[in-house]
């Protein structure tokens, strides 16, 4: 069973449909009870992020769904999905996240450089992704394929070298993916599921 982690906010059912059409059982969880026979997770996320965490507070999810990933349960994030695994959240003030990465996630700032490309705030559209050299679980499918991004914050975690795939504008990279000791699926970020291409279907 595919846990699809029902916060009350969310473009929860297109997600839902995804998995379906990718071939997978997926059912929305509320409860730890719900979440405790699941042999993987995915969170869809749109809210702000201390408003997300305060509902999983209130549901009791916070402490099982830190316990399902630390014990190697697949985790697949989209987009504040991926960004609630770090430890701090700088939208709105600084509220704590499930800490299960270390790092924090800021409000992009694009410098003069990059402001003169008339960048956005929120930054959306496609970008093409971009593989990060000598990661053995890099997902090759990815290379070169685009994802449609919506969001204005994004990840920076504190150990570089879990970082999977990025796409553009550097410094202030769009983090696709990761890797580490207790996250086996790649983890889009600001990535919006089901409207993607082929790549997108080959991730789930």
Same mark, same amino acid.
């Given at each position: 069973?595919?846990?699809?982690?029902?916060?009350?906010? &969310?473009?929860?059912?297109?997600?839902?449909?995804?998995?379906?059409?990718?071939?997978?059982?997926?059912?929305?969880? =509320?409860?730890?009870?719900?979440?405790?026979?699941?042999?993987?997770?995915?969170?869809?996320?749109?809210?702000?992020?201390?408003? /997300?965490?305060?509902?999983? =507070?209130?549901?009791?999810?916070? %402490?099982?769904?830190? /316990?399902?990933?630390?014990?190697?349960?697949?985790?697949?994030?989209?987009?504040?999905?991926?960004?609630?695994?770090?430890?701090? &959240?700088?939208?709105?003030?600084?509220?704590?996240?499930? &800490?299960?990465?270390?790092?924090?996630?800021?409000?992009?700032?694009?410098?003069?450089?990059?402001?003169?490309?008339?960048? =956005?705030?929120?930054?959306?559209?496609?970008?093409?992704?971009?593989?990060?050299?000598?990661?053995?679980?890099?997902?090759?499918?990815?290379?070169?394929?685009?994802?449609?991004?919506?969001?204005?914050?994004?990840?920076?975690?504190?150990?570089?070298?879990?970082?999977?795939?990025?796409?553009?504008?550097?410094?202030?990279?769009?983090?696709? &993916?990761?890797?580490?000791?207790?996250?086996?699926?790649?983890?889009?970020?600001?990535? %919006?599921?089901? =409207?993607?291409?082929?790549?997108?279907?080959?991730?789930?």
């Amino acid at each position: 069973m595919i846990a699809v982690i029902d916060y009350g906010m &969310g473009n929860l059912r297109s997600v839902q449909k995804a998995l379906e059409r990718a071939g997978g059982d997926a059912r929305l969880v =509320r409860t730890p009870p719900e979440l405790s026979g699941a042999q993987k997770i995915v969170f869809p996320g749109v809210a702000a992020f201390g408003d /997300a965490m305060e509902q999983l =507070r209130s549901q009791k999810l916070v %402490e099982p769904i830190i /316990a399902a990933v630390r014990s190697g349960t697949p985790y697949l994030g989209f987009c504040l999905g991926l960004q609630l695994l770090f430890e701090v &959240g700088t939208e709105d003030g600084e509220h704590k996240g499930l &800490g299960v990465l270390g790092g924090k996630v800021v409000k992009f700032d694009f410098g003069p450089e990059l402001a003169a490309q008339r960048l =956005r705030i929120p930054h959306m559209g496609w970008k093409p992704d971009s593989l990060e050299a000598g990661l053995p679980n890099a997902p090759r499918h990815r290379a070169g394929a685009y994802a449609y991004f919506a969001h204005s914050y994004y990840p920076v975690p504190t150990d570089p070298s879990i970082v999977v795939t990025t796409t553009g504008l550097r410094p202030e990279l769009l983090l696709l &993916g990761l890797e580490g000791q207790h996250l086996r699926d790649a983890v889009p970020s600001g990535e %919006e599921p089901g =409207r993607g291409p082929e790549a997108s279907w080959k991730t789930l």
